[in-house]
């Protein structure tokens, strides 16, 4: 059974890289790891820092695993560069863990689609840096999208 399109479709122009970008951020700022993962291909396969989940099911498992830990993550996306199937972003997250050390993660992502619109591979880089809660950015409700208003990571200096 083939799948959905998931719009916008390869070959993808600016704008439309931007807002696959865009709704990338807003999927993954949900928390939901069931939704996110139905952005990937079924077989899709990942680097993720030394995890290498293959299969939207690993994907959501990693992701659960992943928020479970990651409390109060909020995340900002910004596009790098594409090309007619492929992406490159930059990102920066907050987060803390159980003891409340709050942490801004810093990250690159290449993404590479299929012709329906699903990412078939995801390349991710990150770096944790600990940060005191007073230098946090990113501030609106948990498990939302940021709001449109609220800066990107070129006009927070990020």
């Known amino acids: 059974m083939t799948e959905p399109q998931r719009p916008p479709l390869p070959p993808f122009s600016y704008e439309d890289a931007v807002q696959k970008v865009r709704m990338a951020e807003n999927a993954w700022n949900t ?7 139905q952005a990937y291909t079924v077989d899709t396969r990942w680097r993720n820092r030394s995890e290498f989940p293959s299969g939207r099911d ?9 928020w479970a ?3 109060g993550y909020h995340l900002i996306k ?3 560069c594409h090309s007619d199937d492929r992406i490159a972003v930059r990102f920066c997250y ?3 863990d159980d003891a409340g050390q709050w942490y801004r993660a810093h990250g690159n992502e290449n993404w590479e689609f299929d012709a329906l619109g699903y990412m078939a591979v995801r390349h991710a880089s990150i770096n944790d840096v600990p940060i005191a809660e ?3 950015k990113f501030h609106w409700p948990e498990g939302t999208p ?3 208003d609220h800066p990107g990571l070129t006009a927070l200096g990020l």
């Open 31 to 37: 928390r939901d790891p069931q939704k996110v993962a």
């Open 58 to 66: 690993e994907v959501q498992a990693f992701l659960t695993r992943k």
């Open 69 to 71: 830990k990651e409390t």
């Open 78 to 80: 910004e596009i790098w």
């Open 94 to 96: 907050e987060w803390h």
């Open 134 to 136: 007073a230098e946090r």
């Open 146 to 148: 940021r709001p449109d």
